[in-house]
């Protein structure tokens, strides 16, 4: 904090004020009806509702569906962070390398960072088309008859892959701007000591990059949960029957097209429970062994 | 210590191809006619259709109300994207302000309250975030879009962040002269932060035009559908139609996709800058 600071009896908490009521009205407030909601059933004629203390919470972590749904979520945020993270990573270290068209490459590189989900998802989905795609006429090729929209697989495959897509040009921008911080002098006494490439990268490269690293897998595991959900949602259109979903889909499937608002809530904090875990295992438990110069 | 290595720039090259290549493949493919698309797939031809195309989507009036036309939805994507980067530039401002210059006993607390925000995002209370706007009467308005949106913290961290980073040398100078902390804001911090404001800018716009769930939410009527919001319509015009209208809904991806991406590209820079900086 400064040093000098001024003080107001009524300044500060006027030039909080504008920030501080959006919250309560649209965070704190939806927040606690989302935990209330939870412990409740509601009507689904809108004829009040009756507490029910954990019977939500039981009934969902009883269903199969669910588990089935937190499987598949599991699974989908584990592949499309390790490949975007991967990925992304490689094309910085190529990127930072280069000399001659670096630019270049940079500028078209981060562009599809400011395509929106869903719009990635349509493209995604024009690609996977069962008349024009040419993904799918290139899987025919090796006897693999592509079927999005209808079979379960492939349309996990199809949303890996548009998810994947979309979130590379952000790891890139990360990773580059990480090993652009990284000081010539260390490069240079890495390259004196070892002439392996490959060697300085894993050994000196890489451990300093590992806080961005680890910022990185925070940010990716949370967009694999929660902001793919335009590209799940431009998929399975509506029809989740046979199809793969993620958590966040589900809870809105279940409170918007189910109109089950004690289901829907209860989900809602369990997945606010993952949130805070995720944040705190950040905090506490992998900063520590990360290094920092 | 450098040298010209051809597999860098093979592998940069086969990154810059999975990238930008259904994005050209998209816009080529959408200057054909549906049946044509139909009959022969994607292309990376020029199909002299463009003009129609866009004009069609742009200014037909369709929707079930046969109202909404696409430069309506282009509007209210530009509102969406400037009234949300605008709000938060203000709302983060004037808060970080208040957190960082001013010594006041509940701080500590508003500080926490706002960090709070961070921890849950608005895609895991969505159902109960709808029933207040719904008792707020808030359905279908640009204060409905806007506003909820703006409950995260992401923009007062940055200023905050920013702020710490002016000397203290100019709070004291301003101080010897007698400026107050509003003439201190104004004359001193407003004008110091241009660049920073700049950078948030582009990102807050960014994401404000991206929105997609939340307008999905919170407008059925289609007369405040953005761009991004649109494209849920066509997927359900599609399920049923004969030949569906690929060349559109390519259109309408372009469409919606191009301010954003010009705008990363042209201030890249500053882009980079806020997006890097701010999030750490």
């Given amino acids: 904090m400064k040093r000098v600071q001024f003080s107001s009896p009524t300044l500060p908490y006027l030039f909080l004020l504008p920030q501080m009521a959006v919250i309560f009205i649209f965070f704190y407030w939806p927040s606690v009806q989302a935990v209330k909601s939870s412990f409740f059933l509601e009507d689904p004629f809108g004829f009040g509702s009756s507490f029910v203390g954990f019977d939500n919470y039981k009934g969902i972590l009883e269903s199969a569906e669910y588990r089935s749904i937190a499987g598949f979520t599991a699974i989908f945020t584990a592949l499309v962070t390790f490949f975007s993270l991967s990925l992304g990573l490689l094309l910085a270290v190529k990127a930072d390398a280069v000399i001659r068209g670096s630019s270049a490459y940079k500028t078209v590189l981060i562009s599809v960072y400011a395509i929106a989900p869903p719009v990635a998802g349509l493209i995604g989905m024009m690609f996977f088309d069962q008349h024009i795609g040419p993904f799918v006429r290139f899987a025919a090729l090796f006897g693999w008859d592509m079927k999005i929209g209808l079979n379960y697989f492939d349309t996990a495959f199809a949303m890996v892959v548009v998810s994947v897509w979309k979130q590379i040009p952000y790891n890139f921008i990360f990773f580059l701007s990480g090993l652009q911080g990284i000081p010539v002098s260390v490069r240079e006494a890495a390259a004196l000591d070892c002439r392996s490439g490959f060697r300085r990268f894993w050994t000196v490269i890489l451990p300093l990059l590992a806080p961005t690293a680890f910022f990185l897998f925070v940010i990716n595991v949370t967009y694999s949960l929660f902001d793919t959900f335009g590209i799940v949602d431009v998929m399975v259109k509506d029809k989740a029957a046979n199809n793969p979903i993620t958590l966040v889909y589900k809870v809105y499937m279940d409170g918007f097209r189910g109109n089950d608002l004690g289901g829907s809530s209860a989900q809602s904090v369990i997945l606010m429970i993952v949130v805070f875990v995720l944040t705190v295992f950040q905090f506490r438990f992998l900063e520590r062994r990360v290094h920092y110069n | ?280």
């Fill in chain 2, 1 to 280: 210590m450098y040298r010209l290595k051809i597999t860098d720039h093979i592998i940069l090259l086969l990154g810059v191809f999975v990238m930008m290549a259904p994005v050209v493949v998209a816009f080529f493919t959408s200057t054909h006619e549906a049946a044509e698309i139909h009959r022969n797939g994607l292309t990376l031809r020029w199909g002299n259709h463009f003009v129609e195309t866009y004009n069609a989507v742009l200014n037909r009036e369709g929707g079930f109300t046969g109202q909404v036309t696409g430069m309506r939805m282009l509007m209210n994507s530009l509102i969406l994207g400037i009234g949300f980067a605008v709000g938060k530039i203000v709302l983060s401002m004037l808060a970080a302000y208040a957190i960082v210059y001013f010594r006041f006993r509940l701080g500590t607390l508003f500080f926490w309250m706002i960090f709070t925000t961070l921890l849950l995002p608005l895609e895991v209370r969505i159902l109960p975030s709808y029933e207040v706007m719904h008792q707020l009467h808030l359905i279908n308005t640009y204060t409905g879009l806007i506003v909820p949106l703006l409950a995260s913290a992401t923009g007062t961290f940055f200023f905050r962040q920013f702020f710490k980073s002016i000397p203290d040398e100019l709070l004291e100078a301003a101080r010897i002269d007698g400026a107050g902390p509003i003439k201190f804001f104004f004359d001193v911090i407003v004008p110091l932060s241009k660049t920073m404001v700049a950078a948030i800018f582009i990102i807050m716009f960014v994401y404000g035009w991206n929105q997609y769930l939340w307008p999905m939410l919170m407008t059925n009527d289609e007369s405040f559908y953005t761009l991004v919001r649109g494209i849920k319509q066509i997927l359900l015009v599609w399920v049923g139609a004969q030949i569906p209208d690929y060349n559109e809904a390519f259109a309408i991806a372009i469409l919606a996709m191009l301010p954003p991406v010009i705008i990363v590209v042209v201030f890249q820079r500053w882009f980079i800058k806020g997006l890097t900086e701010s999030d750490k």
